[in-house]
């Protein structure tokens, strides 16, 4: 359920010791299988190389497609190519292009034809999925060994297009950073006999301002859905006849009584429709011994934590900028770099919504969640995620796990969704399909 993801130097500890040749021969192979494979009628393909062992991977991948009968060159040629090897640079390379090569690249991606990069596409950060400058947008990208940081964590993983793993003959190693697949939820506890509506996840969502309150409906409901036996929603007073109307199962409280409405709860949803001007509310939720999700409002003014109940930060990029004091431009630019520094600032688990949601927590690698359809991009799914993660943690899981889980089962659900015209509470309706 946890895949392991190769930075640079921990493919250079992989290949250690072992034949260069004989990894360069497989490499060279398996690239040009894939060329044949997915593109069974391409009649010339060009490599262009650059001079390290990456681009001794392509010139070997041309050998190889020359002996089955293919027209293909490393002479770097791409016009009246049908498919373009991009064997430039490899895991090793960092920053910018200089402009030699940023030429190859605009050439390569003017090329007209679909780009198999090897290992990973140049111009991406193998380790962080960084983009400094040009970086060519693969149709395919062929990894050696297994899948680098860089080809799952955007904007790298924008570039990657399908990833395809090629043994080359070394065993793995521990790598620090993993992808989720969607056996993470098997972790999920499952309903006991022995259950009441309490044991089972009682769930708490805090938020709900006037003309916010379908986002802390959303929550609720995900909550619901994602399995919880138990929730209730503190919201305005002036909100609650809308809640009343929309929620039928859930408990609503008006926010004064929200301590009261925390004694029963094994987890809080903290934030969602919350509004402006809740700094106070705030800081008491999080002042009590209780696992939380922080969302949306709640993250306004959200200064580091110390807290020792299990917290969960759940911000998208602009939200997440303002935690850092930067830019929404800095985080994009560099995700892995900007979650790891908010869980060690804030001293709990952070995830980072987007494409590639990544989980981190403090002193701990980062985990990669892909599972997700583009029709995720829509208002509300936010507070879906929030409602089961929420669940999640009310049943006791640890909270990194809790949260890539609740990314997996979001991400599992929208793809059972339809998938044009999808909207948050379709994804709340497929989450028992997802979870079962």
Partial sequence: MLEPLYTADEMRAAERGHDVDAMMERAGRAVAAEVRRAFPDAKRVVAVCGKGANGGDGRIAVRFL??????????????????????????????????????????????GAPIVAVDVPSGVDASTGEVAGVAVRAAKTVAMHGPKVGLVVAPGRFHAGEVVAAEIGIPHVETKHHLVSRAVLRLVPRRTSSDNKYSSGSVLVVGGAPGLTGAAALAAQAAFRADAGYVAVAAPHESLPVLEAILLEAVKRPLDEVDAALEKATAVALGPGLGA????????????????VVDADALRSLRPLQRQAPTVLTPHE?????????????VRAHRLEAVQNAAERFGCVVLLKGADTLVAAPGAGVLVVALGPPSLAVAGTGDVLTGILASFLAKGLEPSLAAAAAAAAQQVAAGLAEPVGMVASDVVAALPRALA
């Fill in 66 to 111: 020359r002996e089955a009968g293919v027209d293909a060159t490393d002479d770097g040629d791409v016009v009246g190519a049908d498919v373009i090897v991009d064997a430039l640079f490899g895991t090793g390379f960092r920053g910018e292009p200089r402009a030699d090569a940023a030429g190859e690249i605009e050439r390569m991606n003017g090329g």
């Fill in 277 to 292: 001007g809740r700094e106070a509310l705030v800081q008491r939720v999080l002042e009590r011994d209780i696992p939380a």
């Fill in 318 to 330: 602009g939200e997440l900028a303002r935690l850092l004091e930067t830019e929404s431009a800095s």
